[in-house]
């Protein structure tokens, strides 16, 4: 059987090499992809820098769930992820998603203001809606994770 502990070593290869990939997003491929557009599209220059700002801090958010994640692993390793430091780890990574959250609420909105094709805010929309879930989702996981911590101290003081 595959157990967690067995899992730790091969995600977090794949964690590095995710940030890895991001980073080259962030400094290469995003500037240089808006560049473009905006050289394509002279109408729509003005947007160049807001996406490339927008962008390049949804990527930062991914890579502080990644460093999160990496950080909670290593509580797992070392059997330590029923503590309160693992608490402050997950914490980082709902506030990361809220702040995307945020960020993706206000383009959308400000894309559905301005669109004349509902083919982008329906995307975006269900970006939205997606990212919803992932941080909801993250609200209870964290609740899951602070009442086992609770159950494991309480059981570890009984013993």
């Known amino acids: 059987m595959f157990t967690a502990q067995r899992a730790v070593a091969p995600l977090k290869a794949f964690l590095v090499l995710l940030f890895g990939i991001l980073v080259l997003f962030q400094v290469m491929s995003l500037?240089?992809?808006?560049?473009?557009?905006?050289?394509?599209?002279?109408?729509?220059?003005?947007?160049?820098?807001?996406a490339t700002a927008v962008t390049v801090f949804w990527v930062l958010c991914v890579q502080v769930v990644i460093v999160?994640?990496?950080?909670?692993?290593?509580?797992?390793?070392?059997?330590r992820i029923f503590s309160e430091a693992s608490l402050a780890w997950v914490d980082a990574i709902v506030w990361a998603i809220a702040a995307a959250?945020?960020?993706?609420?206000?383009?959308?909105?400000?894309?559905g203001f301005h669109a004349d094709d509902p083919g982008l805010p329906i995307l975006l929309f269900l970006l939205v809606t997606g990212v919803t879930v992932l941080g909801l989702l993250m609200v209870v996981m964290r609740?899951?994770?602070r009442q086992a911590?609770?159950?494991?101290?309480?059981?570890?003081?009984?013993?």
């Open 31 to 50: 500037p240089g992809q808006f560049a473009h557009m905006a050289r394509e599209n002279p109408d729509m220059a003005y947007l160049r820098w807001p």
């Open 101 to 111: 959250w945020l960020v993706l609420v206000a383009v959308f909105l400000y894309v």
């Open 149 to 159: 911590t609770t159950l494991r101290t309480d059981m570890e003081a009984v013993i």
């Open 143 to 145: 609740e899951l994770l």
């Open 68 to 79: 999160c994640t990496w950080k909670l692993l290593t509580l797992v390793k070392n059997d």
